[in-house]
C-alpha cells in the first residue's frame, strides 16, 4: 500500500494526541514511522526524574511512551482508528537513559487478528542499536470491526 | 504508630504526576492519584501509561518502607515491569498498594494492585523485578 493510499497519519495523530491529557503532559513528539511501526519522541525534563539524588529519567515515562507508540503503531498497521486498550505490557529496562537526552520509543505492531494486537518494540537515547529498554505488548480491540 | 517507617516514598516523576500517600495499611503504603488531565487518555478513561506510573509508584514505596524496616539502604533501579490491564480506568481517584513477594539480597518481587472503588476488583495489576544496588559513596 503505498503512502497515499494509507488513512492513518501519524504524524498527523501524534499531533492530535499528545495536544492534551498525559501524552500532552508529557510533551510527546512524533518521531518517524513505516508501514507497520511509530517512533515518538519523549524530551528530556527535569521533573520526570527516578529517584531523588540521582539524575536518571523515572521508568513510568518510557512505560507511558511505549504505551503510546504501540497504540499508533497498532493504528498505523490496522490503517484505521478504532478504540483499543492495552491488555499486557511488559517493558525490561536495560539501563538508564543518558542525562538530557530525549528518549524516543519506536513499536512495531507484528501482528493483527480479529480481535488482538501483537506489538514489539524499543526505547533508545538517541542510538536505536543500544536500547535503555525492550518491550512487548498485546492490545486488544474495544469493540471489534465485524468481518475484519 | 511504630511500624511506619519514614520514607521518601514519592520520586519527582510521581509528585508531578500527582500521586500521593494516601495512607498505611498493616505497614504498607497506599498510592493514590486522582483524576484530571494529566492523567487521561481516552476521554474520561486513565492513560494505560498513567495507571502504569502509580503501580510502578507504590511498587517502590511498598519496597522502600521494607527497606527502612530492616534498616538496609539501598538505590532501587528498575529490572522489569509486566502490568495488566484488568478493567478501564474511569475519571475517579485510583489506588494502588504493592507487596514484596520475595526480598533478595540484591533484587526485589514485587506484585502490586491497583483499584478504584473496591480493593477485591483491581483495575490493573503488575509484577516488578527491581535492582537493590549499594548506595556509592
Known sequence: MSEQDRKFDPAKATAFFTGRGHSGWLGLRYSDHGDDWVELELPWREDLLGEDGQRVLASGPILSLMDMASGMAIWRAMDEFTAIATLDLRVDYVRPAREGASVFGRSQCYRLTRSAAFVRGLAHDGDADDPVAHIQAVFMKIAPTARL | ?137
Not at chain 2, 1 to 24: C, H, K, N, V
Not at chain 2, 48 to 64: F, H, I, N, Q, V
Not at chain 2, 67 to 83: D, S
Open chain 2, 1 to 137: 504508630m511504630a511500624d511506619i517507617p519514614d520514607i521518601e516514598a514519592l520520586t519527582p516523576y510521581a509528585r508531578s504526576l500527582g500521586i500521593a500517600l494516601d495512607r498505611w495499611e498493616d505497614g504498607t503504603p497506599i498510592m493514590a492519584v486522582s483524576f484530571d488531565e494529566m492523567v487521561e487518555g481516552r476521554p474520561d478513561h486513565y492513560h494505560g501509561g498513567a495507571t502504569g506510573g502509580l503501580l510502578e509508584t507504590a511498587g517502590y514505596a511498598a519496597l522502600r518502607a521494607e527497606l527502612a524496616r530492616l534498616e538496609r539502604e539501598a538505590v532501587l533501579k528498575p529490572i522489569n515491569i509486566t502490568v495488566q490491564y484488568l478493567a478501564a480506568g474511569k475519571s475517579r481517584t485510583s489506588y494502588a498498594r504493592g507487596r514484596i513477594t520475595k526480598l533478595g539480597r540484591r533484587s526485589a518481587n514485587i506484585t502490586v494492585e491497583a483499584w478504584q472503588d473496591d480493593p477485591a476488583r483491581p483495575i490493573a495489576t503488575a509484577v516488578m523485578n527491581v535492582l537493590m544496588a549499594e548506595p556509592s559513596g
